[in-house]
């Protein structure tokens, strides 16, 4: 049995084919386990806890991620287009466990790995908030790292820039009119680096959460931290959709991703005005 990459970069082990891609998630995954157990550890719970629930975290975060993807419709998918969101599955269903193949989403991800820590707390009679706050953090520095896989795929960019950061995109990953190669030459067209724009924003996202965490330890009550990334990415995500000519709206043109944003910026707003509004006692620690 021969090994087949396709268009995305990676290695082959004998038949079995390994992709860059799948190897910069992992990494990201490890990174934000590492980052997580270390804040466990500072608020004085066990870091084992982190890592007995990082794998299963980690699968429902993929199959969440794929489910994401396979239900949505981004610019430019039909059924005669393979591998692009529900109009391809719908018809092709078996292509939905390759998840090599089309892409991911990361807000399936995050649904389907806080289903399985809400079942492990509860098994474990641990605190969800905590350990949702643990998480917080450490999901923002994994999400920065796993937006590079999407460079190596040449993904997830934006229209065409002159910017000096802008980055080449060659024909074979090139969509919607961005084909055309009359009109976008390979050779002096560049394109907005989407993933770049996300992962910077990530990383001072992260920053900023592990100097809330300990700068106002004491005025913060357990998931005031979740609730802060709850509107931090989302206006992370909402900035970078707007660049997105690929991206999944719904009626009217708004991204189906910037959608989720605001109604998850607007719960988040309201449970901390409402968990910190004036006569609210803040728990000592």
């Not at 790292?145 to 999407?150: A, D, L, P, V, Y």
């Not at 024909?171 to 992962?199: C, I, K, M, N, Q």
């Amino acid at each position: 049995m021969s090994c087949e990459l396709g268009l995305q970069p990676g290695i082959c082990i004998g038949p079995l084919p390994i992709r860059f891609y799948g190897m910069v998630i992992v990494l990201g995954i490890i990174i934000a386990g590492f980052v997580a157990a270390r804040e466990a550890r500072r608020r004085g719970e066990n870091p084992d806890r982190i890592w007995d629930a990082l794998v299963w975290v980690a699968i429902a975060g993929i199959v969440g991620a794929r489910l994401y993807h396979v239900l949505s419709t981004p610019a430019g998918c039909s059924e005669t287009v393979p591998i692009c969101g529900w109009p391809w599955y719908k018809n092709h269903p078996v292509d939905a466990l390759f998840i090599w193949n089309g892409g991911l989403g990361i807000f399936g991800a995050i649904l389907g790995g806080a289903i399985v820590v809400l079942i492990y707390v509860r098994r474990n009679k641990l605190s969800l908030p905590r350990y949702l706050d643990i998480a917080a953090p450490a999901l923002l520095i994994g999400q920065a790292i796993g937006r590079w896989g999407n460079f190596l795929n040449q993904e997830l960019y934006g229209p065409p820039t002159n910017l000096p950061w802008g980055i080449s995109i060659d024909a074979a990953h090139r969509y919607g009119d961005f084909a055309d190669l009359t009109r976008y030459p390979v050779e002096t067209t560049r394109f907005h680096p989407d993933f770049l724009y996300e992962s910077i924003l990530n990383v001072i996202g992260f920053i900023v959460l592990v100097i809330v965490a300990r700068k106002f330890q004491r005025r913060l009550k357990d998931g005031d931290l979740i609730l802060l990334y709850m509107i931090w990415y989302p206006i992370n995500r909402i900035l970078v959709e707007s660049l997105r000519p690929d991206a999944w709206t719904v009626n009217g043109g708004l991204a189906t991703a910037q959608l989720i944003s605001i109604i998850l910026i607007v719960v988040a707003v309201g449970l901390l005005v409402v968990r910190h509004r004036p006569g609210r006692a803040v728990a000592a620690d």
